[in-house]
């Protein structure tokens, strides 16, 4: 069998910055064990799998190298970016998945693209997981959580930028992952973060559209504000526009081709 297969920087207007995605388009879902070890063979932080089913509607399901992901931001971008080139006349397209319902992707100006996903606000944390406090360099004192991950708000830049990890120990807190945010001190950006997987992909995650979910209603409430621009401050890095609708997100982006190939199983 040959499958082909898309490798799209998201995030980011130029190769070797944002986010990697794998995107391999299939008429029918294959084996689960296979395309876990596609995703496993690829080793990028996920691969998407997507089936059409209807003209501008696609079932999508998300891997890491080591499991299925309930939701992934930058491989829905990859995707739509990978459907938009095929279908140059589509302006939009919507998304089918199991775990957060329909997403939609429209076709922005400047070659972004605005993908509608679900409100995940995190919630206070009141008593602090010991696993959390070991396994972050900087004693965690303002924590939050949703159904992905635990949210630590840092005061400044410097504890972002400098956080160290024990993943041994931060991977206890599975199923959750760790995000560790603060304001920017800069003008570019509202927001900037830093996310954490050793749970679920790995090590750190270049550009995680998934967590915006949860970070861009933090931050509107604690900034007053529903437009945001946001840093996710990896060693690639990546820029993500968001806008905050009620209980909707959406989240802006760019992306760009990296690699075509064909997969042989």
Known sequence: MKLEIDVVDAFTDSVFSGNPAAVVIIKEWLPDEVMQNIATENNLSETAFIVRIEHNVYAIRWFSPITEISFCGHATLASAF?????????DSLCFVTSKVGELTVVKGEN???????????????????EALIAGLSIPPSEVYKNSQAYFVVYGDESEVLSVERDNAILAELKPLDIVVT???????????????????????????GSIHTGL?????????KTKLIAYQASSRGGILQCELHGDRVSISGKAVQYLEGIIYI
Do not use: H
């Not at 070659?111 to 997981?129: A, G, H, S």
């Open 82 to 90: 990978v459907v938009f080139k095929r279908d140059p006349n589509l």
């Open 111 to 129: 070659e972004f693209f605005e993908m509608n996903f679900p409100n995940t606000m995190p919630q206070i944390v009141n008593e602090i997981p």
């Open 182 to 208: 603060c304001k920017s001190e800069t003008n570019k950006y509202d927001f900037i973060s830093r996310y954490f997987w050793p749970a679920n992909g790995g090590d750190e995650d270049p550009v995680t």
């Open 216 to 224: 861009v209603p933090l931050w509107a409430t604690r900034l007053n």
